[in-house]
Structures are given as C-alpha cells and as structure tokens.
T-cell receptor, first 114, second 117 residues
Framework: AQTVTQSQPEMSVQEAETVTLSCTYD???????LFWYKQPPSRQMILVIR??????QNATENRFSVNFQKAAKSFSLKISDSQLGDTAMYFC???????????FGTGTRLQVTL | DSGVTQTPKHLITATGQRVTLRCSPR?????VYWYQQSLDQGLQFLIQ???????AKGNILERFSAQQFPDLHSELNLSSLELGDSALYFC????????????????FGPGTRLTVL
C-alpha cells in the first residue's frame, strides 16, 4: 500500500519570503505521479503542480516548484515570493501509473503573514 | 473555477436519513471520482466511474453507493446516515483514467458539506 507523509502540520512565512513544504511517500511502484493540491479557506481543492516519476526534471509552475528526490522518496514544494493568497492547506498526493485513486497526506497549513 | 460542479453546496439532515449528492464533470471528462474529507480520516478516495462503469473502489461503506449516468454526471447516495458521515464530499473528474499524460489529472469540484444531526 502507498502512504504519503507530511510531517509539518503548520507553517508560517512572511510575505515575499520563500517557504518549503515537505512530503515523503512510500511505494514499491516504479511508475507513479505526485501532486500538490492547495485548499484555501473556501475549501476548494486546487491543483498546484504535478510531477511524473519518470521525469528527472523538477516541475515548476510560476512561483511554485518542486524538489523531487526519487531515491529518497521525497517531494517537497517550494513557494517563492509568498503572497497572502497562498494562505491555505497544502496536500501532497500520490497515484500509481495504473491506478487512478489519489492517496493524500494529512496536509500542511500554511499561513502567510505581513 | 475547475469546471466541475457539485450540488448542493450544503446539506443538513438527521441520522437514519438518505441523501443524494450530484456531480457534473468538466466538459469532455469521462472519469468521475468521489472523495470524502473528514476531520478524523482526512481525504479518502471512495469510488471511481469511467464512462458509466465502476472502475475502482476505495474505502466506501456499504451504506454508500454511486452511479454515473449516460450524460456522465454522477450521483453519490448515502443512506442510513450516522453522525460520523458528516464530512465534505468532493467530486473530481479527469479526461482519462490512467496511463500518463496530463489527461488523467483530476480536477476537483467545490464539494458538498454534509452535516448529520
């Protein structure tokens, strides 16, 4: 069974600073996909970024980038130039190459302050 | 806005009752997924349909059932409701079901907040 662990329940960062959220996963599969979803106070689940395990290059989406360490089974999210609108719960998620269901971590609550 | 719609937004009901949650996927998406988000269990996968057929089952109780209709909208039926069923229920959709490529990325609806009193 696959597991996803987010060891930081809460984090805080000042506006314009950079913050990194951690995620580790456990799987015996070689083909899989990793995601970060954001859940703001509105409760909507919003896809932030996606990484294919077979790609060595780390994914980036504007101010969001990942550090994917396949051997260490680590998938951290870096948010640069943090904005107040980044305040949200961030969930790391995993799915295998063949199965469709997403397995989520417990989430990290990020607060961006002035 | 992800393009996935869910109704109703909020639902308050009593124990023992039955409710139906509705989901319309993004235009062109064939696959629908249901997830439950509760305080004690976190986000959990319930069930997936692809083009009208059940494709995968997760931690879905026997009191819960779902279906996907020919127009691809889906309904999640929850019966004999208990206090512990109170949660946020998400529907997500994707163009394909698996196999790689961005067409299998899941986009989530706004959720239905179910409160069982």
């Amino acid at each position: 069974a696959q597991t996803v662990t987010q060891s930081q329940p809460e984090m805080s960062v000042q506006e314009a600073e950079t913050v990194t959220l951690s995620c580790t996963y456990d799987t015996s599969e070689s083909n899989y996909y990793l995601f970060w979803y954001k859940q703001p106070p509105s409760r909507q689940m919003i896809l932030v970024i996606r990484q294919e395990a077979y790609k060595q290059q780390n994914a980036t989406e504007n101010r969001f980038s990942v550090n994917f360490q396949k051997a260490a089974k680590s998938f951290s999210l870096k948010i640069s130039d943090s904005q107040l609108g980044d305040t949200a719960m961030y969930f790391c998620a995993f799915r295998t190459g063949t199965a469709s269901k997403l397995t989520f971590g417990t989430g990290t609550r990020l607060q961006v302050t002035l | 806005d992800s393009g996935v719609t869910q109704t109703p937004k909020h639902l308050i009901t009593a124990t023992g009752q039955r409710v139906t949650l509705r989901c319309s996927p993004r235009s062109g998406d064939l696959s629908v997924y249901w997830y439950q988000q509760s305080l004690d269990q976190g986000l959990q996968f319930l069930i997936q349909y692809y083009n009208g057929e059940e494709r995968a089952k997760g931690n879905i109780l026997e009191r819960f059932s779902a279906q996907q209709f020919p127009d691809l909208h889906s309904e999640l039926n929850l019966s004999s409701l208990e206090l512990g069923d109170s949660a946020l229920y998400f529907c997500a959709s994707s163009e394909t079901t698996s196999g790689g490529g961005r067409t299998d990325t899941q986009y989530f609806g706004p959720g239905t907040r179910l409160t069982v009193l």
